[in-house]
Antibody, heavy 121, light 110 residues
Framework: QVQLQESGPGLVKPSETLSLTCTVSGGSIYSNYWSWIRQPPGKRLEWIGS???????YYNPSLKSRLSISGDTSKNQISLKLSSVTAADTAVYYC???????????????WGQGTLVTVSS | EIVLTQSPATLSLSPGERATLSCGASQSLSSNYLAWYQHRPGLAPRLLIYDASTRATGIPDRFSGSGSGTDFTLTISRLEPEDFAVYYCLQYGNSLTGRTFGGGTKVEIK
């Protein structure tokens, strides 16, 4: 059974770079898409971006200029970097396996339990 | 972007009662590409239903999904103590319209 665990600093200063890692256990990151999703306090869940094991990435247009998602097959990990953060980036960040239906977008399953990142000086 | 509207925002019920949650889409969903999730505090969101009515692996049959086009429903036939949680819907499918979540319905103990 695939399990995901997010890790990284819980506090980031404004204008700095938020860096998170998702460790996948019970399965390989090969042959799958993986996504990052976030939920700011009191707001909706928002898809951030996805990566395929080959390295192809797909980003939310609203975050694209600040976002980088990468994968490390040797460690079975997916990483997220979001630069120039502001208070609006304060959120619980989740990683999840991104299910595809042929060439169409599918649902997310399973998810990690999430990690809260607060942007504050 | 397709906007999903969930109602009610909060549902106050007792264990054993039936819960009916709604999710409305701003435009018709192709192939009824809608999923439902359960989220309990501190836990990972859990996939319940995909393709509007297909239960995910291991999900009890008291959870059922229905609907098509723009109107979808998640029904919990008899609430168990562990079912009190927040429920979200997600629409997916078309890469041009992307994937969006509803605002959530909290099912709380009355």
């Amino acid at each position: 059974q695939v399990q995901l665990q997010e890790s990284g600093p819980g506090l980031v200063k404004p204008s700095e770079t938020l860096s998170l890692t998702c460790t996948v256990s019970g399965g390989s990151i090969y042959s799958n898409y993986w996504s990052w999703i976030r939920q700011p306090p009191g707001k909706r869940l928002e898809w951030i971006g996805s990566i395929f094991f080959s390295g192809s990435t797909y980003y939310n247009p609203s975050l694209k200029s600040r976002l980088s998602i990468s994968g490390d097959t040797s460690k079975n990990q997916i990483s997220l970097k979001l630069s120039s953060v502001t208070a609006a980036d304060t959120a619980v960040y989740y990683c999840a396996r991104d299910v595809r239906i042929g060439w169409e977008l599918g649902w997310f399953d399973p998810w990690g339990q999430g990690t809260l990142v607060t942007v504050s000086s | 972007e397709i906007v999903l509207t969930q109602s009610p925002a909060t549902l106050s019920l007792s264990p054993g009662e039936r819960a009916t949650l709604s999710c409305g889409a701003s435009q018709s969903l192709s192939s009824n590409y809608l999923a439902w999730y359960q989220h309990r505090p501190g836990l990972a969101p859990r996939l319940l239903i995909y393709d509007a009515s297909t239960r995910a692996t291991g999900i009890p049959d008291r959870f059922s999904g229905s609907g098509s086009g723009t109107d979808f429903t998640l029904t919990i036939s008899r609430l168990e103590p562990e079912d009190f949680a927040v429920y979200y819907c997600l629409q997916y499918g078309n890469s041009l319209t992307g994937r969006t979540f509803g605002g959530g319905t909290k099912v709380e103990i009355k």
